[in-house]
């Protein structure tokens, strides 16, 4: 069987397709892969799974119509041109979108072929993308019943696919790998698989307010272009507590199986993983995302009773420090974590593989 992976731009819409992959290849270990995406990160994160990856011309829409919208309409064209010829080569028997203005051409390229697509969205609020080829799409895969009403007819509920690699964890590996120690509160800082610049700002500040008897370590994912300076920070910011910087974290099932709080961006896939573990989480949501998205992931959290949310207008060192020292408390870690454990879906990648099977069957 062959099928067709597409989507990128950032590690959300990319890590999903390989999670579903995984899943596919211990349904059907004869089943054949290609990614088609753009020249961005999921560039980097295909060379590294062995799968095939072919590239087609894209660039993200500006917000609103305007004269760059030409140039876009025809690179547009352009990356459809392409990815009909990577379909009438490859022949696949279905198309998995998770989305990200790259997975445009090849779903277009889909309907245009009459090729059967899936698409998995990932977030509260659905990408424009995700809108677009959920018109043709067999199914579409959603986090939760609260999209439905974006894909009427077509959503099934099955929740986010989480990497096999994120899902498993070893505590006492994870804590001799990163140089942290047992039984202190462990606080895991996530900005997205690109970094974000505010999110390490207020962590480094909070940092160095943290009381000397807080008994906190913290182990932050600082992402590539914001390593050296968190380090520098960190270096000239007088006494810290244990703190362990890295621009990315490839153990990231043991970096989850150490922590005790998260404080994070809110993407979906990092949301997911958060739940699947059942970890509390302070979640900064990124203020620029075009439809809110991420708040909106955010407070479904927040309502359910596993989040403490944070505006980002709002977020600094102190405010950070303080929601942190009342997480301390044992019985409120435990409730937010019962909570967040409720809203995990760690058999999500399985049952979105199920729904690609059964479309490709059909």
């Known amino acids: 069987m062959r099928i067709v992976i597409t989507g990128g731009g950032t590690g959300g819409h990319v890590y999903p397709g390989f999670a579903v992959a995984e899943a596919l290849r211990r349904l059907r270990p004869d089943v054949d892969f290609l990614f088609i995406g753009g020249r961005g990160l999921e560039q980097r994160i295909v060379s590294q799974t062995g799968i095939r990856f072919a590239s087609v011309l894209s660039r993200s829409w500006p917000r609103r119509p305007t004269l760059r919208w030409l140039p876009a309409i025809a690179l547009l064209g352009a990356g459809v041109a392409q990815a009909v010829g990577l379909l009438l080569r490859f022949r696949p028997h279905v198309i998995l979108a998770t989305g990200g203005y790259v997975s445009t051409a090849a779903g277009v390229a889909a309907g245009l072929l009459r090729i059967p697509l899936v698409v998995q969205e990932q977030n509260a609020i659905p990408g424009a993308t995700n809108r677009l080829l959920g018109r043709w799409a067999r199914a579409v895969s959603i986090p939760h019943e609260g999209v439905v009403r974006f894909f009427p007819g077509k959503a099934i509920v099955t929740g986010v696919p989480v990497r096999e690699q994120a ?30 610049r505010a999110l390490n700002e207020a962590v480094v500040e909070m940092a160095g307010l943290l009381p000397r008897e807080s008994r906190v370590q913290l182990l932050h994912q600082s992402g590539p272009d914001h390593d050296e300076w968190v380090r520098e920070r960190i270096r000239t910011a007088g006494p810290m507590p244990t703190y362990v910087v890295m621009p990315y974290i490839e153990d990231i099932g043991d970096a989850y199986a150490c922590a005790d709080v998260v404080i994070s961006r809110a993407g979906a896939g990092t949301l997911a993983e958060i739940t699947a573990h059942g970890l509390p989480v302070i979640a900064i949501p990124y203020p620029f995302a075009v439809a809110g998205e991420q708040e909106a992931n955010a407070r479904i959290l927040e309502a359910a009773g596993a989040a403490v949310v944070m505006l980002h207008r709002n977020v600094n060192g102190s405010r950070l420090r303080d929601t942190l020292m009342e997480l301390r408390d044992p019985s409120r870690r435990t409730a937010m974590a019962d909570a967040s454990r409720r809203l995990g879906r760690p058999r999500a990648a399985h049952d979105v593989a199920e729904i690609v099977l059964r479309v490709a069957r059909a």
């Open 167 to 196: 899902l498993r964890g070893d505590k006492s590996g994870g804590l001799r790998r990163f140089g942290l120690s047992d039984g202190v509160l462990t606080v895991l800082v996530l900005g997205g698989s690109l970094g974000a």
